[in-house]
């Protein structure tokens, strides 16, 4: 069984930084790749941004200069640091890790729960 838990929202002023952390548990063998979405009521998910099990990195445009994606494969971890953050920055933010369980089963995407992100004044 695996589990994946996001932290780090809140409520930050236009400007401000956040780092978000996605932590995996459980039976894990390996961690392929990881992504971070985010979603605002009444909207799709949108995908912001990406680490492949290559060790590159994709963002989305708009987030571009502004928000870091890393992990710590170490303690089974991914971050997003949040920069520069804009009032439409403000959403619901997911994480996604591509695992491998050590039952043997071809790896699969886990989700986290949801973190809110609210940028405000």
């Known amino acids: 069984q695996v589990q994946v838990v996001e932290s780090g929202g809140g409520l930050v002023r236009p400007g401000g930084s956040l780092r978000l952390s996605c932590v995996a548990s459980?039976?894990?063998?390996?961690?392929?790749?990881g992504e971070w979405y985010r979603q605002v009521p009444g909207y799709q998910r949108e995908w912001v941004a990406a680490?492949?099990?290559?060790?590159?990195?994709n963002y989305v445009d708009d987030v571009k200069g502004r928000f870091a994606i890393s992990r710590d494969d170490a303690k089974n971890t991914m971050f997003l640091q949040m920069n520069s953050l804009r009032p439409e920055d403000t959403a619901v933010y997911y994480c996604?890790?591509?695992?491998?369980?050590?039952?043997?089963?071809?790896?699969?995407?886990?989700w986290g729960q949801g973190t809110q992100v609210t940028v405000s004044s």
């Open positions: 680490f492949t099990s290559g060790g590159a990195t």
């Open positions: 996604k890790l591509v695992i491998r369980t050590r039952n043997g089963a071809p790896r699969r995407d886990y």
């Open positions: 459980g039976s894990i063998y390996s961690i392929h790749g």
